[in-house]
């Protein structure tokens, strides 16, 4: 079974402050992919990152930094200096073979000017 | 621009009444697509699994009947909502698989508000 978990209900920072947001997966495939995705309350699915199983390196993407942990199963993500505009639902997600995605329950990120 | 198309992307609808929401893949061939249902709040659950010439296959606790998929061609997937009730309210969100892309790229809809009334 595959499952995802963001333990993080809602997180509340002030601007410039950075912030973790952290996901941990479980699946039984040796071959995955691992996503992370940005809804504001339009509703729609902004593609972040996504990650393969057998690349381990961390990433940065301007304020964007993903961490991979395969030893932990854990694929965490830090916006540095966060802004206003950063205030969204974001959500982790695991993809395996067959497929389909499977999201975790999502963090709420307010950042307060 | 979008390359996966979902429309409405808001509709009203009486109770009792069926509405149709379509996704689209707009210049790629998807064999296969998936429809999530996200309530308030809450996250992305995955309703069925679109299979093109053949019929979708549900997840655990999604009434088939209710929720009718048709994947009749390469870039066209239908979910109806048949009778629908309040508690049907929600949004449905649709994603196609780029199987020509390495890597199987995933693409997802605008989405689609349903509340029915």
């Known amino acids: 079974a595959q499952k995802v978990t963001q333990a993080q209900t809602e997180i509340s920072v002030v601007e410039k402050e950075d912030v973790t947001l952290d996901c941990v997966y479980e699946?039984?495939?040796?071959?995955?992919?691992l996503f992370w995705y940005k809804q504001p309350p339009s509703g729609e699915l902004v593609f972040l990152i996504r990650?393969?199983?057998?690349?381990?390196q961390n990433e940065i993407s301007g304020r964007y930094s993903w961490n991979f942990q395969k030893s932990t199963s854990s694929f965490n993500f830090t916006i540095t200096a966060s802004q206003v505009v950063d205030s969204a639902v974001y959500f982790c997600?695991?993809?395996?073979?067959?497929?389909?995605?499977?999201f975790g329950a999502g963090t709420r990120l307010t950042v307060k000017p | 621009g979008a390359v996966v198309s979902q429309h409405p992307s808001r509709v009203i609808c009486k109770s009792g009444t069926s509405v149709k929401i379509e996704c689209r893949s707009l210049d790629f061939q998807a064999t296969t697509m998936f429809w999530y249902r996200q309530f308030p709040k809450q996250s992305l659950m995955l309703m069925a699994t679109?299979?093109?010439?053949?019929?979708?296959?549900?997840e655990q606790g999604v009434e088939k009947d209710k929720f009718l998929i048709n994947h009749a061609s390469l870039t066209l997937s239908t979910l109806t909502v048949t009778s629908a009730h309040p508690e049907d309210s929600s949004f449905y969100i649709c994603s196609a698989t780029n199987r020509a892309v390495s890597g199987n790229t995933i693409y997802f809809g605008e989405g689609s508000w349903l509340t029915v009334v």
């Open positions: 679109s299979n093109e010439g053949s019929k979708a296959t549900y």
């Open positions: 997600a695991l993809m395996a073979n067959n497929n389909d995605m499977r």
């Open positions: 990650r393969n199983s057998f690349d381990e």
């Open positions: 699946t039984r495939d040796t071959t995955y992919y």
